[in-house]
């Protein structure tokens, strides 16, 4: 499966969202760091995907709020 990172912008409220497709396991986090700290879009909790999901079993996860 071809990987992407998406880059969503909504123009009326102004949220910037990255979303990783095609990726396996956690990998999506290091694919869309270098995003999400040269935009500062990292607000909410993260929404992880099926795919992420044998690995969430195993690894804590956290959020990083990232701000301008």
């Known amino acids: 499966m071809e990987r992407s990172i ?11 969202r990255v ?4 990726f396996e396991g956690l990998s999506c ?4 760091q270098p995003f ?3 935009l500062g879009v990292v ?3 993260r929404i992880f995907k099926e795919e992420s999901a044998p690995q969430l079993r195993t690894t804590s ?6 701000r301008q």
Not at 29 to 32: G, N, R, V, Y
Not at 61 to 66: A, E, K, P, Q, V
Request: net charge negative; glycine share 10%; no cysteine.
């Open 6 to 16: 998406l880059i969503h912008f909504d123009s009326a409220t102004g949220e910037v």
């Open 19 to 22: 979303e990783a497709e095609g």
């Open 29 to 32: 986090l290091s694919a869309t």
């Open 36 to 38: 999400e700290e040269a």
């Open 43 to 45: 607000e909410g909790d």
């Open 61 to 66: 996860t956290h959020s990083i709020r990232l």
